[in-house]
Structures are given as C-alpha cells and as structure tokens.
C-alpha cells in the first residue's frame, strides 16, 4: 500500500496573475510540499512571461475554461467578467474551485447545486479577513445579527459601479464619506472588486441578505480596514483587521499568502481551525 511519501501532489491551476495570482504562483514556484503549479490561464502571455519566466516553458498556458482538464485544483484571480466561464469548467469537471472573487458567488448561487450534483468543491479562503471560524461555529447555533464596516482608502473604492451609478465622487476626499449602507448581497453587486470579504462573511454567516454592511471611503487611512460585529448565541464579538493594500489598492497583501494556506490545508498532515 502507498503511504503519504508516495502520494501524488495535487496539481494546481491558476486564472489569472494580477497582484494575488502572480504573488501566488511565486510560492508554488518556491515550493509547498504536496502541491505542485501545474498551468495558468492568463489574458497577456507576454505580460505574464515578464512577470514570471517559468510561464510557457515549465508551466504551461492554458485557456481559461481548460485549467480544470489536468488540474486538481483551479484558483480564480480574475476579473469578476471572467468568472463564471472558469468557475463552471472547474465544476463541471468535478474540481476543486477555489475562487477568490468570492462577491461573484452570490451573483451565481446556481454553482453551488451544480458543485454538488458534479462532485465538485467549493473552497473559499479567509483572504482578508479574520474571525471566519468563529463565525462558523457560531453558524451551528443562532447568529442574530452580523454587520461589517469596511473602510479603504479611495483610491481603493475609485470606479465601483455603485459609485458611477449614484454619481458619487470620492477624489479629493478631506474627510471619510460613508458611500454605502445596505445588505452584503447589494454590496457585492455594486462593489464586485472591493467586498469579497463582505461576501465571504455571508456565505459563513447568516446569508448575503441579513448580513449588513456600510462601505466608507476614508482619506485619513492608508490600510484597508474592516470591523465585523457578529451577535449570537453562543457568543457577542467584534473584530476589526487592517490590511496592507497590495499592488492592487483594491485587493490586501493578506489575500495571496491566506489561498496558499489553504491550498497548504489540503495536503497538510496537521490542521488547525474548522
């Protein structure tokens, strides 16, 4: 019988090398016992080459919706645009779907039956966000409310389609403008690059429906900063985390090395949290 030493590693693909993929793809390259980077998926090839010189020579390109043909496992660093295509071949083909466009699933709510009946699996990283587990637990009891507050810098905010369409303005900021109160479901639609973590609350909680939150944009802070309040049964907590913005003002430095974590979780001998 084989033991562990003789265990295949699971091979990774990833759509996309912006900010999160690239410095993802970097790790892999550098090396996580059981996994290995298999192929990427990516818009530019040249672009990608510059970034990464093992693109199309040890690793190979691949299109987007064919990463899932010899991956076990598909990392999604895309345009929110791009991902349904990738999400459903993944699926369809019974991997490992590892999104971090994570406001997309509650815009497509119908891969998580489609996961189930094809014997796929959806994995959703902590990414930029603590508490997640605490949250989880508390989801196996009554959770009565849960609110996140999340401030960013406005460049970070700068573009969001909620924004063009109230004709709200955050360049030049002097002080902080909440520019949004509502539910995590209408978050993510109106902020798809900005409230991942919102959504990634949601689906651990209580659902993008109850789950509330208010979005500020805030010149005084160079951190992406969020403040979750969860009340339940079992416990009354409030956390709040600051994140470092990555190359991309939109996305944490936290969100790169919380996915190889998780990729690290399914083939570790040892690990901890739910």
């Given at each position: ?82 991902f ?58 009554t ?9 960013k ?122």
């Amino acid at each position: 019988m084989n033991g562990p030493k003789d265990r295949k590693p699971l091979q990774v693909g990833i759509a996309g090398l912006g900010a999160v993929g690239l410095e993802v793809a970097k790790r892999l390259i550098a090396g996580v016992p059981g996994l290995t980077l298999a192929a990427v998926a990516v818009r530019d090839a040249e672009k990608a080459r510059r970034k990464l010189p093992q693109v199309g020579d040890s690793i190979p390109i691949r299109k987007m919706t064919e990463l899932a043909n010899d991956c076990d496992i598909v990392v999604e660093c895309l345009p929110p645009a791009l991902f349904r295509d990738v999400a459903l071949s993944a699926i369809d083909k019974g991997r490992i779907f590892m999104p971090l466009s994570v406001a997309q699933l509650l815009e497509n709510g119908d891969l998580i039956e489609r996961a189930k009946e094809k014997g796929a699996r959806i994995l959703v990283p902590t990414g930029a966000l603590i508490g997640l587990d605490a949250v989880r637990a508390a989801a196996e009891g009554t959770i009565h409310s849960v609110k996140m507050v999340t401030r960013k810098p406005p460049a970070g905010l700068d573009g969001a389609p909620y924004l063009r369409e109230k004709g709200i303005s955050v360049s030049g900021l002097k002080e902080p403008l909440k520019v949004f109160d509502g539910s995590a479901r209408e978050g993510a639609r109106g902020f798809p690059a900005n409230v991942n973590v919102a959504a990634a609350l949601s689906l651990a909680g209580i659902g993008p429906d109850r789950t509330q939150l208010e979005i500020w944009a805030d010149p005084n802070i160079t951190r992406n900063t969020h403040t979750i309040s969860v009340d339940a049964d079992t416990a009354r907590f409030t956390m709040t985390i600051e994140n470092i913005p990555s190359e991309n003002p939109r996305t944490g430095k936290s969100v790169a090395p919380s996915t190889v974590a998780a990729l690290r979780a399914l083939v570790s001998e040892l690990k901890v949290g739910t």
